[in-house]
């Protein structure tokens, strides 16, 4: 089992930034793929960034150039920098683990879950 918690959502007005934060505890690996996915109101969960082994990257179009994602496989951490931030990045941020190491933008792929932290992107 592996546990998962986001932290560093809050309110922010547009153009802001914010550092979102998850820690890893329980049977992790630093092999172990990790992403970010968010949720809008009514809308469904999306793909935001998903971070390898090794540190490759990649990133959904809405926010490439604006967000970064990066871990630090010491501390069990994956963090995701939030740049120029828009009203439409309203959601809550989940951040998720993929035991097979594959880093890709389809949900199902991954199989631990944190809880979720809110981010609030006023206009």
């Known amino acids: 089992q592996v546990q998962l918690l986001e932290s560093g959502g809050g309110l922010v007005q547009a153009g802001g930034s914010l550092r979102l934060s998850c820690v890893a505890s329980?049977?992790?690996?630093?092999?172990?793929?990790m992403g970010w996915f968010r949720q809008a109101p009514g809308k469904e969960r999306e793909f935001v960034a998903a971070?390898?082994?090794?540190?490759?990257?990649s990133y959904a179009d809405s926010v490439k150039d604006r967000f970064t994602i990066s871990r630090d496989n010491t501390k069990k951490m994956v963090y995701l920098q939030m740049n120029s931030l828009k009203p439409e990045d309203t959601a809550v941020y989940y951040c998720?683990?993929?035991?097979?190491?594959?880093?890709?933008?389809?949900?199902?792929?991954?199989?631990?879950w944190g809880q979720g932290t809110q981010v609030t992107v006023s206009s």
């Open positions: 998720a683990t993929d035991t097979y190491g594959r880093a890709s933008y389809n949900a199902h792929t991954y199989d631990y």
């Open positions: 971070i390898n082994w090794s540190g490759r990257t």
């Open positions: 329980g049977r992790f690996l630093s092999s172990y793929a």
